[in-house]
């Protein structure tokens, strides 16, 4: 939180001197650009996170996230696909009854996306961005249980992301970005039958993981 908290804080109050925008952050008639972003994204907002059983919900979980954006702006206004691969393992110790569980997450995101351009009003020489995307998402859980028992659950869901964040270009095809990423990603029916040896673990049957992630990107526009 005190990392969200300090990009806020960037994005959104920190007053600067007006400066004449120099030729690089001038916002060009037509764009495109492909974006390589890279965060550690928290997925457990709504207290559940991302695991495929029920767990302590005050337990942080983090993960890392790296994406790629394709956007073609015009003016204004742009369109285009984003792309989201998220990864985490989780580990529950060892309990009084001798059970074990491991398992591994990934998180895939495919959708189209839309974008909005403007000069960043608080941070001058600065361009600012909001997207919004809603598109296809797919959810792999493979574990272990008992250190001898392999499970793998994939289930194909709804994902919706949007995105606020600064670009700096420090050259005319170069550019640098802060920003927030949030994302909701909902799985139903994770129904797949999987033996269970222990009472100490109760898979849910569905999923709502709500995830915010603090942004670093580097944009290079053609």
């Known amino acids: 939180m005190r990392t969200i908290a300090i990009l806020l804080c960037l994005l959104f109050c920190l007053p ?10 001038q916002i060009p008639q037509k764009d495109i650009s492909i974006r390589f972003n890279f965060g550690i994204a928290s997925a457990n907002q709504e207290g559940t996170g991302e695991s495929l059983w029920y767990s302590n919900p005050k337990k942080s979980s983090r993960g890392f996230q790296y994406g790629i954006d394709f956007l073609k702006h ?21 309990s ?14 495919l959708a189209p996306q839309f974008s909005s351009v403007h000069e960043a009003q608080l941070l001058k020489g600065m361009i600012s961005y909001l997207d919004l995307g809603i598109g296809y998402a797919h959810y792999l859980n493979k574990g272990t249980i008992n250190k001898d028992q392999k499970y793998s659950v994939p289930k194909s869901g709804l994902g919706m992301n ?12 170069l550019g640098v970005k ?3 990423s949030v994302e909701y990603y909902i799985f139903k029916h994770l129904d797949e039958k999987i033996e269970i040896p222990s009472k100490m673990f109760e898979k849910r049957s569905k999923l709502g993981i709500f995830m915010t992630s603090p942004q670093l990107s580097l944009i290079y526009h053609l």
């Open 178 to 180: 802060i920003s927030i």
């Open 16 to 25: 600067t001197r007006a400066k004449k925008m120099d030729e690089n952050n």
């Open 74 to 94: 015009h003016k204004y206004i742009g369109y285009g696909l984003a792309f989201k691969h998220y990864m985490h393992g989780l580990s529950f110790p060892e």
């Open 96 to 109: 009084a009854q001798n059970s074990s569980l491991h398992e591994n997450i990934q998180i895939f995101y």
């Open 162 to 173: 949007s995105n606020i964040g600064v670009e700096y270009k420090f050259h005319t095809h």
